[in-house]
């Protein structure tokens, strides 16, 4: 049986953060694919023409942060439910912000697109944790 690749898409406004959160994913899946966008408007594009039409059967997992400048991770979450479900559907979508605001950890469970909140810094232990049930 074949071994499938994770891939991970990372939207997120700090390219140290984004560098950070590739080379842990790095180090502990090895073979992956990431895709990273500073701009959260770009990720969107970036999914929507990628996947509309796929027929790919593993989940993509969305590393999403929520205070962004140009539309915050809510605002990224109300255009993505408006993506056909089939799109909706290829990801697993994780909050991963510096926030350690109730009302954000709160927002984020009552959310049915997203599976999870993480706390920035990405670490090994969250991820073995949040992810390895997932395939």
Same mark, same amino acid.
Request: aromatic share 12%; net charge negative; proline share 5%.
């Given at each position: /049986? *074949?071994?499938?690749?994770?891939?991970?898409?990372?939207?997120?406004?700090?390219?140290?953060?984004? =560098?950070?959160?590739?080379?842990?994913?790095? *180090?502990?899946?090895? $073979?992956?694919?990431?895709?990273? =966008?500073? %701009?959260?408007?770009? @990720?969107?594009?970036?999914?929507?023409? !990628?996947? $509309? #039409?796929?027929? @790919?059967? !593993?989940?993509?997992?969305?590393?999403?942060?929520?205070? /962004?400048?140009?539309?915050? &991770?809510? $605002? #990224?979450?109300?255009?993505? *439910?408006?993506?056909? +479900?089939? +799109?909706?559907?290829? #990801?697993? +979508?994780?909050?991963?912000?510096?926030?350690?605001?109730?009302?954000?950890? !709160?927002? @984020? *469970?009552?959310?049915?697109? %997203? /599976? &999870?909140?993480?706390?920035?810094?990405?670490?090994? &232990?969250?991820?073995?944790?949040?992810? !390895?049930?997932?395939?």
């Amino acid at each position: /049986m *074949k071994k499938t690749t994770k891939q991970f898409i990372i939207v997120d406004d700090d390219p140290f953060s984004n =560098f950070l959160s590739k080379t842990v994913l790095l *180090k502990l899946y090895g $073979e992956v694919v990431i895709k990273d =966008f500073l %701009v959260p408007e770009l @990720a969107l594009d970036y999914i929507k023409k !990628e996947y $509309e #039409f796929s027929k @790919a059967k !593993e989940k993509i997992i969305l590393l999403l942060d929520i205070n /962004m400048p140009t539309i915050t &991770g809510w $605002e #990224f979450l109300d255009l993505f *439910k408006d993506y056909p +479900v089939s +799109v909706q559907n290829l #990801f697993q +979508v994780y909050i991963l912000s510096s926030s350690i605001d109730p009302v954000d950890i !709160e927002r @984020a *469970k009552q959310n049915p697109l %997203v /599976m &999870g909140f993480i706390e920035k810094p990405l670490n090994r &232990g969250v991820l073995v944790e949040l992810l !390895e049930g997932n395939g």
